[in-house]
Every structure is written in structure tokens, then in C-alpha cells.
């Protein structure tokens, strides 16, 4: 009993830390300029300035548009990511050619690579194809993910042969045991993938920040740098609060695809 009260002990600390910058972050947003940096920090305002913030937030830069971006980017993303991984992790995970481990290998290594590492060839290849500053520019270099390879040929291994064997039989093609049966079954996994596809992909500063320079093509964590001006001094409320606006959504996300992220991380074998 003193045991699990003490595992629940821990993971309390551990879940207050993780929550405290969030709280934080949602508790300046509402706060006016001379209670950001007031000597004692009070979790509520003693002046409210939600209202200020927030709309300084939506009308000082075109907040809107970069949340806008943010899902098309993530989403286009996802679903070039999702439509080379399944086939690839098959190829991987159920049918018997020669170099599969090899090829299982570089993927692998793939994944010890930082993505900054690529990051001069991927612009100048796209320099050259005229596609920097602009949604190609910003989606192409994320189309393939090595995780969700990963991830999904972990989960098709765990497939039985027998149900690929009986699609062979009833005529089907490889592709077409792909999206027909692989697919449907793979449902929780790629739900897992998703949702962390979506995150990484949201809070990604660094390449949009080198493929685009146009503002109406910039995503939230390039518009939230608005706000930041080492001249005037940076807008704390409004950024706190614009902050607060972009991170909703990944909260919204993770909060709708907890229970399908917990299922597929579990059923992969990835722990």
C-alpha cells in the first residue's frame, strides 16, 4: 500500500512539473504588462487583461492564417507520411526479398540522424526546383518519416500470416493487401503516429524558418516570434497568449486521441 501510494506520489510531482510551465504560460496571458514581472508571482490577476492580450494576439499579426497554415502543413504532411510508410513498413515487416535487413538497418540509422544534419543539401535541391517559399517547400522535406516506417512495421509483425496468406488467396495484390486489409487493422498504430506526426510537426520552427519568407505562408511558431523585438521589448501578454492559442490545439488532440495513442503504442511493442 506505502509502495503504490508513493508511485502515485511521484507521478503527481512528476505531472505538476510537466504542467507548471502551462500554467504559467495561461496565467501572464491574462495579466497586464506591470504584473508580469511584479516581485510576488499571484497565479490570478489582480487586473484582468485577457481581453487586451488576446486580442492584441489576433490583430497584431495575422494569427489566424498562421494557425490556418499549421493545419495544412501538418496535414499534407500526415497524409504523404502515412501513404509512403504503410507500404514501405510492409515491404519491411511481411514479404521476403533480398537486403530487407539491410534495408531495416538504414532505417534504423536514419533515425540516429538529427534533422538538421540534411538540412543544406534539402535547400538548395529545393532552391533549384524553385519550391522555397511556399507550402511544397515547407511539406516535401517531411513527406518520408523513418519513425513512422518504424513504428508501423513494428505493428504489422505482430499481424498474423495467415490473414495475408488467405488475401493472397482470394486474388489480391500486395498493394491491394496494403489499404484492403494492412490498413484497417493498423487503425490504433497509425492513430498513435498521427497524433505525434501532428506535434512534431506543429511545434517545427526550424526548417519553416529557413524555407519560407513570405508571412502569409509562416506556421504558429514562426508568427509567435512576431512578438518577440529586442528594440521595443517583447509583448509578454500578447505572446503568452498567442502562445496559449497554438498550443490549445495540440492539448484538444492529445486529450481526442489518448486512449487510440495509448492502444497503439502498446500494440507496437514500443515502450
Not at 510492409?90 to 538504414?106: D, H, I, M, P, V
Not at 496468406?165 to 503516429?193: K, N
Not at 516570434?225 to 517583447?234: I, K, P, V, Y
Request: charged share 10%; hydrophobic share 60%; net charge positive.
Amino acid at each position: 500500500m506505502a509502495s503504490r501510494a508513493l508511485r502515485h506520489l511521484v507521478l503527481i510531482l512528476g505531472a505538476a512539473v510537466m504542467l507548471a510551465p502551462f500554467v504559467v504560460m495561461v496565467s501572464l496571458s491574462l495579466k497586464p504588462p506591470g504584473e508580469v514581472f511584479a516581485p510576488e508571482f499571484r497565479l490570478l490577476p489582480q487586473q484582468w487583461h485577457a481581453v487586451e492580450n488576446y486580442t492584441a494576439a489576433f490583430t497584431r499579426v495575422p494569427l489566424a492564417r498562421f494557425i490556418l497554415n499549421g493545419f495544412i502543413v501538418t496535414g499534407c504532411i500526415f497524409a504523404a507520411q502515412a501513404l509512403t510508410a504503410l507500404p514501405m513498413a510492409y515491404a519491411l515487416a511481411k514479404l521476403r526479398w533480398r537486403g530487407r535487413e539491410t534495408a531495416f538497418a538504414l532505417v534504423l540509422l536514419a533515425l540516429l540522424i538529427p534533422p538538421q544534419v540534411p538540412a543544406i543539401p534539402l535547400y538548395i535541391a529545393l532552391w533549384q526546383l524553385d519550391l522555397l517559399n511556399s507550402y511544397a517547400g515547407i511539406i516535401l522535406p517531411s513527406t518520408i518519416s523513418v519513425f513512422g516506417i518504424f513504428l508501423m512495421r513494428q505493428f504489422f509483425r505482430t499481424v498474423p500470416d495467415d490473414l495475408i496468406a488467405a488475401a493472397r488467396m482470394d486474388g489480391m495484390s500486395e498493394l491491394g493487401i496494403v489499404w484492403r486489409v494492412m490498413l484497417p487493422t493498423a487503425a490504433p498504430a497509425l492513430a498513435a503516429f498521427a497524433c505525434l506526426s501532428f506535434i512534431w510537426n506543429w511545434n517545427e520552427f526550424f526548417w519553416p524558418f529557413l524555407a519560407v519568407q513570405d508571412e502569409h505562408l509562416m506556421t504558429p511558431p514562426l508568427g509567435i516570434a512576431f512578438f518577440s523585438n529586442a528594440e521595443t521589448g517583447t509583448a509578454w501578454g500578447p505572446l503568452m497568449a498567442a502562445a496559449t492559442v497554438t498550443t490549445a490545439p495540440l492539448a484538444i488532440a492529445f486529450l481526442l486521441a489518448q486512449r487510440a495513442f495509448v492502444n497503439g503504442v502498446t500494440m507496437t511493442g514500443i515502450k
